[in-house]
Structure formats: C-alpha cells, structure tokens
C-alpha cells in the first residue's frame, strides 16, 4: 500500500475509534498532496468537491500538505477542522509538521449556521457574512472583513486564534453599504494587526475582547462603538499608539503605557520587562519568522512572569492575558482530535516479509 493511503486509511481508523460522537456524520477528508486517490463519499482531493457532497452537520477534514486548498466558499453548515499551525515549534510536535493552509474563506448571509472552523490557516482575506460562525485555533496572515446589510449578521466568535497582521474591519465600502455586525467576541487571541471600524454610523453591537494580547494598534479612532475589552494586555509597539478612543470599556486589563483609560481595576504604564516569560531577553520578539528568545516558542513567550502584574489583574485576583478564563490559549491551534504524532512505514513489504507499521496517537484534548 503507498505511504499516502497507508497514513490515510491510519487516520480515518484513528478517527473512527477515538471519536464516537462524530459517527452520525460524514467525516470527508481532503488531501491535495500527490498520490492520491479519490474515494466516492469519502476522500476528495478539493474542498469544493467535499463540500458539494455534504450535507449540514458534516465534518471535513483538510489534510496537512505543502499547497494551498484554495478558496473555501462555505455554503453550508459543517465543521471544517485542520492540523493547526507553527507545529515545528510545538514541545510535543504531531507527525506531518505541514498545516492546511486557505488562500480566502467566505461565508454567506443565507447559511444560518452553525459552522466551525478549526486549526486551518488562511493566507488572504476572510469575508464573513454568515451567522453562527465560529474560528476556533485559526492563523490569519491578512484582512478579516465582518458584516452584513442590515438586520446584519450575529454571533461570530474567534477562539485561541492568532491574528499575525491582520486587520479586523467592519467597513462599508468592501462590500455593501450599511454593514452591520452584533455580537463578536475574540477570546483568548493574539492581534498583531489593526482593528478599525471605517463607518462609525453602523450600530454594531455586542463586541468584545476578553483575555487576549495586543501587539497591533486601534486606527480609525473607533474600534467599535460599545466594545468591551475585559481582561486583556495591551503592548505598544508602535510609537502612534492604540489610538483608543469612542464609546468603548476596557476592564481589568494592564497596558505598557497610558493609553487605555483609568479605573475599572485597569493597570497601566507596567514596565513590560516584567510582564511576558520571555522578557528581558526580547521584548517579546516580534517578527516574521517567529523566532523567539532561547528556550521559549514565538506563543510560549508571551506566558506571563512570575513577577507580571497581569497574573492578579483579573477579577477575584486571577490571570488575564491568553492563558486566563476557562479557555486558555492552545499552542499551534491543534484540535482537540485524534493526532499521530510518530509514524514509521517499512519501505518495503512482500509475501514473506509483512509491512512493519508503528503509530503513535494522542487525542489532543
């Protein structure tokens, strides 16, 4: 049996046996690597041809591969789950390294939801326009653009994801006139891009921020009228600042300088030599290639010091930042599926000599 349909009979057994709850729905793999081989129902070698077949409550699964899976237009309510990302850098890392990369995903105001997508890295834009849509341990490289004509769309959530660069935008003149967007919330991220709202008179409503880092800055003065941050670290670095400023609470959260407003049990100008592990080595490093100080990850750096203010900011004296709140930042947003994390096909097999197979699975919860 070829090494590519081996490591994907492998899995598809992995999953079988280790998730029961997803037995009344159809599991449809895509793996656009060389070698392989369609199977009806079941293995596609597009997101279009897998999305085509399946129906509502659907998972499909992208296989780690060195080529983009192109755009993913999502015209139903499945669950789309990769491998995650950064996984060469992970304490405990899976087999295949590679991530299941998108170029753009679009979602649409007459697909109700829910969908999920999970451990998948999107190299361009998101446009979303669809309710009931979750992220959950994604990687955005580039503009993330949110909203509907009115009554808008409702219930976005961003889960453990990071967001390297990429603005966060509600604005009208990318799509329609009058878009609108209630009830976003991003917990447990981390932004390094811009958040902007290019339409001040749009009533969205409804966003918050809680137990994430910025590392970006606020332009367009209003980063949604009425939104909340609670339980954040905001790190500058850029000499413009956050630019904070409208209808907006920030809440227990410890900032490198005076830019977010006083009280409600915030923290601001903390020497930020004192707030990550991975001060004062690199401040935290941050750069393209991930590259982070000895001993740490580009994501383990930013865990707090023993010392950071931010460990009792929180209410009751508890954490903030990406580890805080029930559901603490995952490193490499790796699902919480059946992973082979060791692999070992013999190159060869005959009638006399069986094929020597050695897997290693993790459930990843």
Same mark, same amino acid.
């Given at each position: 049996m070829p090494r590519p349909l081996f490591v994907l009979f492998a899995a598809l057994l992995l999953w079988g046996l280790l998730c029961p709850s997803a037995q009344a729905q159809t599991i449809r793999r895509v793996n656009n690597?060389?070698?392989?081989?369609?199977?009806?129902?079941?293995?596609?070698?597009?997101?279009?041809?897998?999305?085509?077949?399946?129906?509502? !409550?659907? +998972?499909?699964?992208? =296989?780690? $591969?060195?080529?983009?899976? /192109?755009t993913l237009d999502i015209t139903k309510s499945v669950s789309i789950i990769g491998p995650g990302y950064l996984l060469n850098q992970q304490v405990s890392p899976p087999a295949d390294l590679r991530s299941a990369r998108a170029d753009d995903i679009r979602t649409y105001p007459w697909v109700v939801g829910p969908i999920v997508i999970e451990g998948v890295t999107v190299n361009f834009a998101c446009q979303l326009q669809g309710s009931n849509t979750t992220f959950r341990g994604c990687f955005f490289s580039y503009e993330i653009r949110i909203g509907a004509p009115s009554p808008g769309i409702q219930n976005i959530r961003?889960?453990?994801?990071?967001?390297?660069?990429?603005?966060?935008?509600?604005?009208?003149?990318?799509?329609?006139?009058?878009?609108?967007?209630?009830n976003v919330t991003f917990s447990n991220c981390?932004?390094? !891009?811009? +958040?902007?709202?290019? =339409?001040? $008179?749009?009533?969205?409503? /409804?966003?918050?921020?809680?137990?994430?880092?910025?590392?970006?800055?606020?332009?367009?003065?209003?980063?949604?009228?009425?939104?909340?941050?609670?339980?954040?670290?905001?790190?500058?670095?850029?000499?413009?600042?956050?630019?904070?400023?409208?209808?907006?609470?920030?809440?227990?959260?410890?900032?490198n300088n005076a830019d977010i407003p006083t009280g409600n049990g915030n923290i601001r100008s903390v020497t930020i030599d004192s707030m990550f592990v991975g001060c004062p080595l690199n401040c935290p490093s941050f750069n393209a290639s991930f590259s982070a100080p000895s001993g740490y990850t580009y994501e383990s750096q930013f865990t707090l010091s023993p010392n950071s203010p931010a460990l009792t900011a929180g209410p009751g004296g508890t954490l903030i930042g990406l580890y805080g709140g029930t559901n603490p930042y995952k490193p490499g947003g790796r699902p919480t599926y059946p992973e082979i994390f060791q692999l070992n096909v013999a190159p060869a097999a005959s009638s006399t000599v069986p094929l020597s197979v050695t897997i290693g699975v993790r459930s990843n919860n």
């Open positions: 690597n060389p070698g392989i081989l369609p199977v009806p129902g079941l293995v596609y070698t597009t997101y279009l041809d897998a999305e085509n077949d399946a129906v509502d !409550g659907d +998972i499909i699964l992208l =296989e780690p $591969s060195g080529t983009s899976y /192109g961003f889960e453990r994801c990071f967001l390297n660069g990429a603005a966060i935008i509600n604005a009208s003149y990318f799509v329609f006139s009058g878009n609108e967007a209630h981390i932004l390094t !891009g811009n +958040i902007a709202n290019a =339409e001040y $008179s749009n009533p969205n409503t /409804g966003w918050l921020y809680e137990y994430c880092i910025f590392l970006g800055q606020f332009t367009y003065a209003a980063p949604m009228a009425g939104a909340q941050f609670r339980n954040c670290v905001f790190y500058e670095i850029s000499s413009s600042g956050y630019q904070l400023s409208g209808s907006f609470t920030v809440l227990n959260s410890v900032s």
